[in-house]
C-alpha cells in the first residue's frame, strides 16, 4: 500500500493554522511579525514553499536560507518553531502525512541551524579557518 499524499488544500489549511499561531506566540510572534509587512502575501509564498516541497510542485522559486539568515533567531526560536509546527500537523492532518510533514520540517529546520551557525562563524571576529 502506498503512502497518502498531502493535498494542496492540507498544505494550506497547515500553513494558514499554523502561521495563525506563529503569529500570536509570544517568543517567536515578534520576530515574524516585525518582518512580515503582508501576510496574505507571505501565507501564498509558503504555501508554494510546502507545495514545492511535499508534492515537488516546483511554484517556490525563493531562498529560505538566505531569508532566515538575516533573522534574529537563535535555537529556542527553532525549537518553539518546530513545537508548534508538529502541534499544528498533528491537528490538522491524518497521521502519515503529519509524520511526514513534521519529518520534512525537522529537516529543513536542522539545515537553517547549520547555516546560520556557518554564518555566524563567518562573521565572527577574530575567526579562525
Known amino acids: 500500500m502506498s503512502e497518502r ?6 498544505i494550506s ?3 494558514d ?13 515578534p ?3 516585525a518582518i512580515v509587512g503582508d501576510w496574505p502575501h507571505h501565507l501564498a509564498t509558503l ?3 510546502w507545495s514545492t516541497v511535499l508534492l515537488t510542485t516546483g511554484r517556490y522559486k525563493g531562498d529560505p536560507m538566505m531569508t532566515h539568515l538575516q533573522l534574529p533567531l537563535d535555537p529556542d526560536h527553532f525549537e518553539r518553531w518546530l513545537a508548534l509546527f508538529a502541534e499544528t500537523a498533528n491537528e490538522v492532518l491524518p497521521h502519515d502525512p503529519a509524520a ?4 520534512k520540517s525537522q529537516r529543513i529546520a536542522q539545515n537553517f541551524r547549520m547555516g546560520i ?5 563567518r562573521d565572527a571576529p577574530g575567526k579562525v579557518l
Do not use: H
Request: glycine share 2%.
Open 17 to 29: 493554522r499554523f502561521y495563525a499561531k506563529v503569529r500570536l506566540d509570544p517568543d517567536i510572534g
Open 117 to 121: 551557525a556557518l554564518q555566524q562563524s
Open 5 to 10: 499524499k498531502i493535498t494542496e488544500d492540507e
Open 13 to 15: 489549511n497547515l500553513v
Open 31 to 33: 520576530i515574524f511579525n
Open 47 to 49: 504555501k508554494d514553499f
Open 100 to 103: 511526514n510533514v513534521i519529518t
